[in-house]
C-alpha cells in the first residue's frame, strides 16, 4: 500500500472513530476563592461521593451536580472519578437518609452550575467549558 | 427496651431544637431537609399474616412516612435527625419513633481518609444495608433479605441509641473503612422476646438492656469506586431476663452474637452480592425451683442476589435466602420431637424472591416483589398470635408473599 494511500485510510478511520465515540469535554470548577489549584483524581472522588466536607485550608465544601441523566453528569461519574452513576446515586441516598452527611445540590442546568458555583463560597462542579466571561476557576486533575 | 412516652417527648424536642437553634446568619446551603412516604399493599397465602392483615388478601395496613433534617454548622460537625411514623400490624408497636439524631465530630477529613465521631441515636453499620435498609430508595426490593436484615427484628438491629466511631482510609483505587458501635439495643416488643426467648407461655418475663449492652463493628474494603466491597461484621449483646406473674423462671440472661461476612460485585449492568452470617444465641434462665436451664445454638444465614439494570429506570432482581436456626437441626426436626406442640418449618425459612423496580424520577418509584417460602423462620410472630400466644403450629410451612410499595420522596 502506497503511503498516501495509509494515511488516507488512517485518516478515515480516525474520522470515523471520533464520529462514532463523540468526546465531549468536561472541566472541573471551583469558586474563585478556593485555595487548590490541582486536584488528585481520589480527592476529586471523595469530595463528589460527599465523604470529604473541607478544603485542605479547612473551609466548608459545598458540591453541585447536574441529574442523573445529563450527558455531562454521566461522563463526570465514568471518566473523571470511574464510578457508575447509579453508585453515586446509591452513595448520596444512603447518606441523606441516615443523615450520616449532606449529598451535593442538585442543579437544572449547566448555566444554573455556572452561576451557583460563581457566588457559593467553596463550591465545586463541573461544566462543558470555562468560558472567558465566567467567574468561576478551573481545577484540573493532576 | 421500647421508648416510653416521655423520652419520645425529649427527642421530639431536640429535633424541634435543632430546627428553632438556625441563626439568623446561617447559610440555608447548610441546612437540608429530608422525607419520604411509602405505602404497600402485602398479600400472604395460607394463614400466614406478615405486617398487618395479609393472609389471602391484599392489606394496605403497612405505611410510613419520615421526615428529618440535617445542619452542618462548621465542616467539622453535623447535627442531623429524623421521625419515622409506621404501621403495619401489630408487629410495628412504636407508631412514631426517632428514626436517628445524633451530633457527629469529624477532627480528621481529608482525601486521605477521616475520622468521625457520633453520639445519640444511629442507624447500625452493619453487612451491606443495614444502615439504608429502612429507606426505600436505597435498597434493590421491597424486603431486605430476610435472614440477616430481619424486619421483624428491626427495632434490635437497625438503629439504636450509643457511641460510634467511624474511619476511612483512601489509596488510589481502594477505601478501607471500620466502623465501631456501642448501642443499646432495643429489645422491646413481641417479635424481639419471641425470637430470641421463642415461647411466651413457658417464658413470661421481659427483656432489658442496660446501655452500651451491645457492640457492633464492620470492616470493609471497596476496590474501584465501590465495583467489589468485602466487608466482615459482627454484633454482640447482652440483654437480662426479667421474671413475670407467674413465671418459672427467677431470672437470666441472653449472650447472642453474629458475624457477617459480605461481598458484592457490581458493573454497569449486574450486581451480585453475597452475604453468610453465623449465629450465635445463648440464652441462660435460673429458677428457684427448676434446674437451671442453658439454651446453646449456632444457626446460619446466607443469600445470594443478582440485580440486572435494564436501563436507568428498570431494575430487576433474583434472590436465594436461606435461615436455619440450628446448623445441627437445619430441617428442625429434632427440636420439634423434644418440643412437644412445636413445628419443624419454625427453625428455618428458604425464600425465592423475584422483583421488579421502576423508577419515574429523583421523586417516585414503585417496586412490585413476589416470595415463595418454605419455612417460617422469619415470619413476625406479633402478627401470628393466636388468642396471645404464639403457636407456629397455626402457620403455614410453605407460603407466598405478594407486595406492592409506593415511594414518595423529597
Redesign the interface.
Known amino acids: 500500500m502506497q503511503p498516501r494511500a495509509l494515511h488516507s485510510l488512517f485518516l478515515g478511520v480516525a474520522l470515523a472513530l471520533v464520529l462514532t465515540f463523540p468526546v465531549h469535554a468536561l472541566e472541573l470548577v471551583v469558586h474563585p476563592g478556593v485555595a487548590e489549584k490541582t486536584l488528585?483524581?481520589?480527592?476529586a472522588?471523595?469530595l463528589f461521593s460527599g465523604?470529604?466536607?473541607?478544603w485542605?485550608d479547612?473551609?466548608?465544601?459545598?458540591v453541585f451536580v447536574l441529574?442523573?441523566?445529563q450527558e455531562l453528569h454521566q461522563e463526570l461519574a465514568k471518566q473523571v472519578?470511574?464510578?457508575?452513576?447509579?453508585?453515586l446515586r446509591?452513595?448520596w441516598?444512603?447518606m441523606?437518609?441516615?443523615?450520616?452527611?449532606?449529598?451535593p445540590?442538585?442543579v437544572a442546568s449547566e448555566e444554573e452550575m455556572r452561576r451557583r458555583v460563581a457566588e457559593?463560597p467553596g463550591a465545586i462542579g463541573y461544566v462543558g467549558k470555562v468560558q472567558n466571561h465566567d467567574k468561576i476557576r478551573a481545577l484540573p486533575l493532576r | 427496651m421500647t421508648r416510653s412516652a416521655p423520652s419520645r417527648c425529649v427527642d421530639t424536642a431536640l429535633l424541634l431544637g435543632l430546627l428553632a437553634i438556625q441563626p439568623a446568619g446561617a447559610d440555608p446551603?447548610?441546612w437540608?431537609f429530608?422525607g419520604?412516604a411509602s405505602q404497600r399493599l402485602t398479600a400472604s397465602s395460607g394463614d400466614n399474616h406478615f405486617f398487618g392483615d395479609t393472609a389471602g388478601r391484599f392489606s394496605a395496613d403497612y405505611r410510613e412516612v419520615?421526615a428529618?433534617l440535617?445542619w452542618?454548622p462548621?465542616?467539622?460537625w453535623?447535627l442531623?435527625?429524623?421521625a419515622v411514623h409506621r404501621q403495619g400490624g401489630n408487629s410495628v408497636e412504636d407508631d412514631l419513633e426517632t428514626d436517628?439524631l445524633?451530633a457527629?465530630w469529624?477532627p480528621l477529613?481529608?482525601?486521605d481518609g477521616?475520622l468521625t465521631l457520633r453520639a445519640g441515636k444511629i442507624?447500625v453499620p452493619y453487612g451491606l444495608f443495614n444502615?439504608?435498609r429502612?429507606?426505600p430508595?436505597?435498597r434493590p426490593g421491597i424486603l431486605p433479605p430476610q435472614s440477616i436484615y430481619l424486619d421483624a427484628l428491626r427495632g434490635f438491629n437497625q438503629s439504636a441509641y450509643g457511641l460510634h466511631l467511624g474511619a476511612?482510609w483512601?489509596?488510589?483505587a481502594a477505601t478501607v473503612s471500620l466502623s465501631l458501635s456501642q448501642i443499646k439495643p432495643n429489645l422491646g416488643g413481641t417479635n424481639a422476646f419471641l425470637s430470641f426467648v421463642g415461647d411466651n407461655v413457658l417464658f413470661r418475663g421481659r427483656l432489658e438492656s442496660n446501655n452500651q449492652d451491645a457492640f457492633a463493628a464492620r470492616l470493609a474494603y471497596e476496590h474501584?469506586?465501590?465495583r467489589i466491597k468485602a466487608m466482615l461484621s459482627h454484633a454482640s449483646g447482652h440483654a437480662r431476663y426479667v421474671p413475670g406473674v407467674g413465671d418459672l423462671w427467677s431470672g437470666g440472661h441472653l449472650d447472642p452474637a453474629f458475624t457477617t461476612l459480605s461481598l458484592q460485585w457490581?458493573?454497569?449492568r449486574l450486581s451480585l452480592s453475597w452475604e453468610h452470617s453465623r449465629n450465635l444465641f445463648r440464652n441462660h434462665y435460673d429458677s428457684l425451683f427448676l434446674p437451671a436451664l442453658d439454651v446453646k445454638s449456632v444457626g446460619s444465614s446466607q443469600y445470594l442476589q443478582a440485580e440486572w439494570?435494564f436501563n436507568?429506570r428498570w431494575t430487576g432482581f433474583l434472590r436465594y435466602d436461606t435461615l436455619f436456626m440450628d446448623d445441627d437441626d437445619k430441617d428442625g426436626t429434632a427440636f420439634a420431637a423434644a418440643n412437644p406442640g412445636r413445628v419443624a418449618w419454625e427453625r428455618y425459612a428458604k425464600d425465592w424472591t423475584l422483583g421488579l423496580r421502576y423508577r419515574l424520577d429523583?421523586h417516585w418509584q414503585l417496586v412490585g416483589e413476589y416470595h415463595r417460602v418454605d419455612g417460617i423462620g422469619w415470619l413476625p410472630p406479633a402478627d401470628n398470635l393466636s388468642g396471645g400466644i404464639w403457636n407456629p403450629a397455626a402457620t403455614d410451612r410453605r407460603w407466598n408473599l405478594i407486595l406492592f410499595q409506593a415511594t414518595y420522596?423529597f
Not at chain 1, 465523604?51 to 473541607?54: D, F, G, L, M, S
Not at chain 1, 479547612?58 to 459545598?62: D, K, T
Open positions: 488528585e483524581r481520589k480527592q472522588r471523595s465523604r470529604v466536607n473541607r485542605t479547612g473551609s466548608p465544601v459545598r441529574p442523573d441523566d472519578l470511574d464510578i457508575y452513576p447509579y453508585q446509591a452513595a441516598e444512603r441523606r437518609y441516615t443523615g450520616m452527611g449532606q449529598p445540590i442538585t457559593t | 446551603i447548610d437540608r429530608q419520604y419520615a428529618g440535617s452542618r462548621d465542616p467539622r453535623l442531623s435527625g429524623q436517628y445524633f457527629a469529624s477529613d481529608v482525601a477521616s442507624k444502615e439504608g429502612d429507606t430508595m436505597t476511612a483512601d489509596w488510589d474501584d469506586g465501590g457490581n458493573s454497569e439494570r436507568s429523583d420522596q
